[in-house]
């Protein structure tokens, strides 16, 4: 390369025309339409990024390959499951959302690809991950369907689900997944099914009776029995205890709110943990990564892993006092595994990004053993 290229490539660089993308997954252009395009890339650049202009490799398609992705897309919903006993409802919902995940992975890569190229290359590069995108949306709609037929009150979740899925497709269009309210879009998909997955689950759902009728199956929150009247001004509201229901009339102010099919109290809990764990990590794996060295980024990283450490310590009494939760081992052993647990994450968040920087397998490693960790300690204070 001659020194006027080199002086050059420097100019360019130092001038931001030389840009790089996360996901460049577009070929490179010609240096006349490029720079018509604003997307001029020197030579030097363009043999950098010669390994994004490949395909990817047919695994990669159809599958996330990201184990961390896997661990905290699946982690929330095998811990609902797991509290409120597996049965077979919990577990065919399970595999729907897994499948669903798949079918969000595709179809944000195909949003993400196609939003960037050029024309000509759309037929080369986005299409690739059409079929996964329909195949997977197909098999959802196929598994998920009975779903909301042996369990419909949980038609209620559709509204909220259709929205982060919106913005989930949003952000990929804009390449803006990795972003702070992008990946809180994901991790609150991913936590609340820890609720979803706990409302079917064995201690919790209540099947409907023959005589039932559709407004009562549909009802999220009063859970309404057709043989069941109105009092006083009052509600009347099914109290379910394990599979034998009793009947209760209180106002929509009862401590009874959260004992309702849709909201039963561990999985509200489950699903909230989950999602401030899930959403600790995200931060901290920023600081090892995109955000390495960024001080910014480790301090806000320390005050949301110090404030989840003193939530640790408090909720459980908290739970214990105001919304009437009855821990299985008590109070003091949520306490104590919570406490334990999230202040773990508080000294890795401090101390691991002042180590030499990690190789991404290393970082994976981490995010794998403290969320199962976290896993362990929900259904262990919850189950």
Not at 114 to 138: C, T
Not at 198 to 222: D, N
Not at 310 to 328: C, D, I, K
């Amino acid at each position: 390369m001659s020194n006027n290229e080199t002086k050059s490539d420097k100019s360019v660089a130092k001038n931001g025309l030389m840009r790089e993308s996360e996901n460049d997954a577009f070929p490179s252009k010609g240096k006349k339409e490029a720079a018509a395009a604003g997307e001029f890339r020197s030579p030097l650049a363009r043999k950098t990024n010669k390994a994004a202009t490949k395909p990817p490799h047919h695994t990669n398609i159809w599958l996330p390959d990201q184990p961390g992705a896997w661990v905290m897309a699946l982690f929330p919903a095998v811990g609902g499951a797991i509290i409120s006993g597996i049965c077979w409802r919990n577990v065919w919902l399970l595999v729907a959302w897994t499948l669903c995940y798949c079918f969000q992975f595709s179809a944000a890569r195909w949003l993400a690809v196609r939003s960037h190229e050029a024309k000509d290359a759309r037929k080369r590069r986005s299409n690739i991950y059409f079929v996964p995108a329909a195949v997977y949306l197909i098999a959802t709609a196929v598994v998920g369907i009975p779903v909301f037929i042996f369990a419909p009150r949980l038609l209620w979740w559709i509204p909220a689900y259709a929205i982060l899925a919106a913005l989930s497709f949003v952000a990929a269009w804009l390449r803006r997944e990795r972003t702070l309210w992008g990946n809180a879009v994901a991790v609150i998909a991913a936590g609340g099914m820890a609720l979803l997955t706990a409302s079917l689950g064995s201690k919790y759902f209540v099947p409907a009776t023959p005589h039932e009728s559709l407004a009562s199956r549909l009802s999220p929150i009063l859970a309404l029995n057709s043989t069941v009247a109105a009092n006083s001004g009052n509600a009347a509201t099914m109290v379910y205890q394990g599979n034998s229901p009793s009947v209760s009339y209180f106002s929509l102010t009862s401590q009874y709110f959260l004992d309702s099919p849709l909201l039963p109290k561990a999985g509200v809990i489950a699903a909230l943990t989950f999602i401030l764990t899930e959403y600790a990590s995200v931060v901290f794996v920023k600081t090892m990564f995109r955000k390495y060295g960024n001080h910014g980024y480790y301090a806000l990283s320390i005050i949301y892993h110090a404030i989840l450490a003193a939530l640790g310590f408090l909720a459980p009494t908290l739970l214990q006092n105001l919304a009437g939760l009855a821990f299985p081992h008590g109070a003091m052993a949520g306490t104590l595994l919570w406490g334990i647990a999230s202040t773990l994450l508080l000294l890795i968040a401090i101390i691991a990004p002042h180590h030499k920087r990690m190789k991404a397998m290393q970082v994976g490693g981490i995010e794998a053993g403290t969320s199962l960790m976290n896993l362990i300690v929900i259904v262990a204070t919850l189950a």
